[in-house]
């Protein structure tokens, strides 16, 4: 393998690799805004220049590749290239890029979007002037709409053509190009085909510089007043993983989090967007009861104990339908309470869209329909006849939320039952139906872990705090476990309920939150319960 | 060429075997983006958006792409023209020698501003970067052809000798 010197570390790396892949791995920075991992090589930036010895000038090195000398071209007769990041040349052309690259960009950080996670705000302070030496006018644009979601600021743009680069790479689909040339060049899109695919967000994620934004978060807050939680996308069932960035109960933005396994570095805009769903949602945040056709707020010890005595009745048959909206726990807790026949609701789909990079949005747009199918085993295909076929009085019902469209057979089942349990978190359909409301949490404030469809269980992490009185699925399902069976086992949290659930399922047997760690972890090659 | 000959939303080259030809000098398609443009240009007058998506189909690639192309070469235009193009050199010595007192006599002759189009359709006043022909500085192009070292007077002539 060829010996690269960088600095004063040695190094041996694999012949290919970039010398600004060497440095990162080693942790020696070199700034850039073109690159990235995703993307083709353009070297258009030039703000990863570096010194190469024996080249008569300094390279890009993003795009200067690590070969291996004969041995009489040898530097120092050992080393395959020499590269210099950090010497007064380097140093004064960083400076001498930066100051290209801010001729025209305004000073407008107070109110740009991108403000604290700003890569030439961050490169200036660490590597440019303080002042610039142009003094003519800069050059003015207006914003303009590229899509419905996106907006440019051209003032702000340089040019890096990494959104360009996108459209045509990752979704394919080449809206953008670069008008014109030289000082009039600018990003644009044709005008009958506006950047308007289910990719789009990730041009705003992408862009380095507060160029792109999306509509759905400019000028919304700034980015250092929201916390950041790494989570799993719950809109379908590829789970991507995201970012979940928040201001204490309200979610301000999504963004995709790097995980090669899943989604690569990029998510789709129905994931992206789609926690505003359950923003100013008409939650329930007390346990309920129906008496006399209206719903009344109850505590949770006499909601727990009418539900028990109903369900605990003495020969009384219950169905359970779990739901793919809901954690690997809670699913499991249900199917250890129900000894009856189990089941979910018919699954909702929609169009599967497959990207050109491989990018993949599912057709089954619910999180964790495999995970559900793995910790209850035996589902029915068919619970409706069976329901009739056992004459079921009572069911408990995981509600999906608000995207469940109950159809009319169901809705005749539920009408015909004499004890509805519905844990949910707001009134939908299913819970007007209910005798009993428990309150769980809603999507991005539930916790557990969720098996995508490639079989990989990734760890959900609750990015906001529950409302009300609303308590934790497992916790509600162990209360209700407790009431039925005074014996039955004391779960203290979730990690407890893995444990047991991994017991009882050899495929999902050691795992923890400290397994699954942020990029979750395949079942392929494990025993099946 | 005349203006009648274009639709904005279709296009079709006249010229089917020059079409192929071009795509034989080639060893992909998308490298034929260029010399296509050029004969739809030469057809139609200027590139329009059916232009854009005619050749995009014939070279597989996306119209954005194509746009990209045509928007970063100044000898596409993306409206109609006149039926002659004068074309002053505005680099350094065209600029001494003259060139701005050339521009100046054509607005006035014709009360066109640069990139301007007379009324009858017959000139389009252009201002151009360095043509090449330095020594024999001013430069003014006509179409395809060049007309060097001209006096105002001389230009007149000339102008005036256009049918």
Known sequence: MPLLKIDSLEIEVEKGTTVLQAAMVNGIEIPYYCYHPALEIVGSCRMCLVEVEGMPKLQVSCNTFVGEAPPERKIEGKYDMVVNTHNDLVIQERKNVLEFLLLNHPLDCPVCDQAGECYLQDYSFKFGNAHSRFDEDKRVRPNEYLGSQIVINHNRCILCSRCIRFTREISGTSELFVEARGNKSKIAALEDKPLDNLLAGNVADICPVGALLSTDYIHKNRIWNLKKQPSVCQDCSVGCNVDVFYQKDKIL?????????????????????????????????????????????????????????????????????????????????????????????????????????????????????????????????????????????????????????????????????????????????????????????????????????????????????????????????????????????????????????????????GLSFFRLGPHGMSLNGRANG | ??????????????????????????????????????????????????????????????????????????????????????????????????????????????????????????????????????GTAPVIQINDDYHEGLSIKELDILLDSIP
């Open chain 1, 253 to 509: 933005r999504l963004t995709p989090r790097e995980n090669h396994d899943v989604n690569g570095y990029f998510m789709c805009d129905i994931g992206r967007y789609g926690f505003h769903r359950f923003e100013d949602l008409d939650r329930i945040t007390t346990p309920m009861a129906r008496s006399n056709g209206s719903f009344s707020a109850v505590s949770w010890d006499e909601a727990i104990r009418k539900t028990a005595d109903k369900l605990g009745d003495e020969g009384a048959k219950i169905a359970g339908i779990v739901s793919p909206f809901h954690t690997n726990e809670t699913n499991f807790m249900l199917g250890q309470i129900i000894n009856g026949p189990t089941g979910t609701l018919p699954q909702m789909n929609d169009e599967e869209i497959i990207y050109q990079s491989g990018f993949r949005i599912s057709n089954d747009r619910s999180p964790n329909r495999r995970g559900m199918s793995d910790v209850c085993p035996a589902l029915l295909e068919d619970l409706v006849s069976e329901i009739d076929n056992q004459d079921v009085r009572m069911i408990y019902v995981l509600d999906d939320g608000i995207d469940r469209e109950i159809d009319d057979v169901w809705k005749k089942i539920l009408a015909k039952m004499d004890f509805v349990v519905v844990q949910t978190y707001a009134m939908t359909t299913l819970a007007q139906s209910a005798n009993i409301i428990l309150p769980g949490p809603a999507p991005y404030e539930r916790e557990g872990t969720i098996t995508n469809d490639g079989g990989r269980v990734q760890w959900l992490r609750p990015s906001l705090p529950m409302k009300g009185e609303s308590r934790a699925d497992w916790e509600i399902l162990m209360m209700v476990m407790k009431a039925l069976d005074k014996d039955a086992q004391d779960f203290t949290d979730i990690g407890q309920v893995m444990k047991d659930m991994g017991e009882k399922f050899p495929a999902y047997d």
């Open chain 2, 1 to 134: 060429m005349s203006n009648k000959d274009i639709h904005e939303d279709s296009f079709q080259y006249t010229d089917s075997d020059k079409v192929e030809k071009i795509f034989s000098q080639y060893p992909d398609k998308r490298s034929a983006t260029l010399p296509l443009l050029h004969l739809a240009q030469t057809q139609g007058g200027y590139i329009t958006s059916a232009i854009i998506n005619t050749v995009a189909k014939l070279t597989e690639i996306h119209p954005a792409e194509v746009m990209d192309c045509v928007s970063f070469y100044t000898m596409f235009y993306s409206r109609q023209q006149g039926t002659y193009k004068l074309q002053v050199c505005q680099t350094l010595s065209c600029s001494l020698n003259g060139a701005d007192d050339i521009v100046d006599h054509i607005t006035q002759k014709y009360g066109t501003q640069p990139g301007e189009t007379t009324s009858d359709g017959k000139f389009t006043l252009l201002k151009v970067e360095c043509l090449g022909s330095c």
